[in-house]
Structures are given as C-alpha cells and as structure tokens.
C-alpha cells in the first residue's frame, strides 16, 4: 500500500457508519478516487470540515491495488467552498460541477487538465464570474478533455462538407452535425443555427479561457442543445441540469 500526498476537489461524501464516511475526490495526479474517511463523524474528527462539497484540501491517500476502497488518513483544509453564501445559482453550478465529474469520470484515471479545469471553474462560480458562461464552457472543454467534443466542422458521420444553410442538423447518435444525406439514417437529430454551432466551436477550443459572458440570443439553444448531447453522453438526466442557469445574465452578489 502506498502512501500518496495530493491535493484534492470533494465531489461528494456519504455516510458510511455511524462514524466514517465515503468520500469521492478529484485528485491531480491521481484521477478520481473513492476512499474511506475513518472518524470523519465523530465531533473530534480529524478530518474537521476539510470534507464538505467541493471543499480543496490537501489528503493523504492510502491507495489499496485490490478493488476494495482507498484510505483517507489526513486532509488538511486549503479552501472552502464558498457559493452556498452567495447565491443559489453560484451553489447550484458548483453542485452540477460536482455531478458531471462524478459521471463522465472513471476511478483512478489521472486526467490533470480536468482538475486545472475545474479548479478554474470553481474559482469563477465562487468569484465573480458569469455562471452560465462559465457551466458552458467547462462543459464543452471537460468533453473535449475526455474525447467526447461534439462533432461542429464535417459531417459526423461521412466527413462530407456540411452545407452552409441557416440551420445545420445535428444528430445526438452521431454525436455532431451531419449532412442531408446522412441525417435521414439519424435516430434523432436537432436543428442547430450557426451562430450557436459557431459558439460551440469556440467554447472547445484547447487552451480557451473561460468566456466573460455568452451571447443572450445563443445562450438558450447552446444550453439545450448542450444537455440534450450530455444526456446521450452519459445515457442519463444529470439532476442538476434542471438547475442550470435559463439566462446568461448573473446577478451581482453582495
Ligand atoms: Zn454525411
């Protein structure tokens, strides 16, 4: 068993017994990991407060090479995350964060630039940053980062040039747009406007920052489009996509 020093994102924790926990973490040397946090229950926890969503700490991970689960053993607070006291929205964008890398990400797979990622998007949501601009954004490169970037130049299916219409199809199967003649073999397909496709190009671009805001006629279809193509991604409703922002705008915070 050896003995690793991370630092590490909470995605979740749940009670275990009367007095540990199971907590999930996204590390970045480590990929994501679930590990069992003895004591973390009791009033004199080692572990005080250094466990809670999408808290940042530094841990000490014993990680098992069986199947059975890692041990936490030290987690030492670095920082706290703060949305709860600012507004819903900036909670609910850091719980729907939380959610997507508990489904889109695999046990012990070291994915750094999702972790650089994510401590971006959490430092935005709990600053100043436009939530709904910043979910789309982490969305789309998250997606690039694990292979899944929607499909937004040829033909998903054939490679063939797409026509420059108004409205392009684009099939949530094939997993991007498609052309006249393969969209009649599609399951389902969505219309999309250029603009939008537009957006979604840029939003995955390697290396982009996140945007300061995204356009107030794009954001409705981008969003839509965006969680329809999750959906298919990860083959259920994310619960907190109910939750995501209708409006680029975001309210300032006191
Ligand atoms: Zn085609």
Same mark, same amino acid.
């Given at each position: 068993m050896a003995a690793e020093q991370t630092t590490a994102i909470v995605l979740r924790a749940i009670e275990f017994?009367?007095?540990?926990? +199971?907590?999930?973490?996204?590390?970045?040397?480590l990929?994501?990991?679930s590990a069992i946090a003895?004591?973390?229950?009791?009033?004199?926890?080692?572990?005080?407060?250094?466990?809670?969503?999408?808290?940042?700490?530094?841990?000490v991970? !014993?990680?098992?090479?069986?199947?059975? !689960?890692?041990?936490?053993?030290?987690a030492k607070l670095h920082r706290r995350f703060r949305g709860a006291d600012r507004s819903l929205e900036r909670l609910y964008g850091g719980y729907y964060v939380a959610e997507m890398l508990r489904l889109l990400l695999d046990d012990h797979e070291p994915h750094p630039e999702v972790y650089d990622l994510t401590i971006g998007t959490l430092q935005r949501i709990d600053?100043?940053?436009?939530?709904?601009?910043?979910?789309?954004w982490f969305d789309l490169q998250l997606l690039r980062l694990l292979g899944h970037a929607p499909g937004t130049d040829r033909c998903t299916e054939c490679g063939?040039?797409?026509?420059?219409?108004?409205r392009v199809p684009f099939s949530l199967e094939a997993g991007g747009i498609v052309c006249n003649r393969c969209r009649t073999r599609q399951r389902s397909t969505l219309s999309i406007r250029q603009p939008v496709l537009g957006q979604i190009r840029q939003l995955q671009r390697p290396g982009l920052q996140a945007p300061?805001?995204?356009?107030?006629?794009?954001?409705?279809?981008?969003?839509? +489009?965006?969680?329809?193509? +999750?959906?298919?991604?990860?083959?259920?409703?994310?619960?907190?996509?109910?939750?995501?922002?209708?409006?680029?705008?975001?309210e300032p915070t006191a």
């Open positions: 017994s009367e007095t540990s926990l +199971i907590v999930t973490m996204l590390t970045r040397e990929g994501r990991i003895k004591g973390a229950r009791r009033a004199k926890s080692p572990f005080e407060g250094s466990l809670d969503l999408l808290a940042v700490c530094r841990v991970v !014993l990680c098992k090479s069986s199947e059975s !689960l890692d041990l936490l053993t030290e600053g100043d940053g436009n939530v709904a601009a910043t979910l789309a063939s040039a797409c026509p420059s219409a108004a300061l805001e995204i356009p107030r006629d794009l954001y409705g279809e981008l969003r839509l +489009i965006l969680n329809r193509y +999750i959906q298919t991604v990860v083959g259920s409703v994310p619960r907190m996509q109910a939750f995501l922002p209708m409006m680029t705008k975001t």
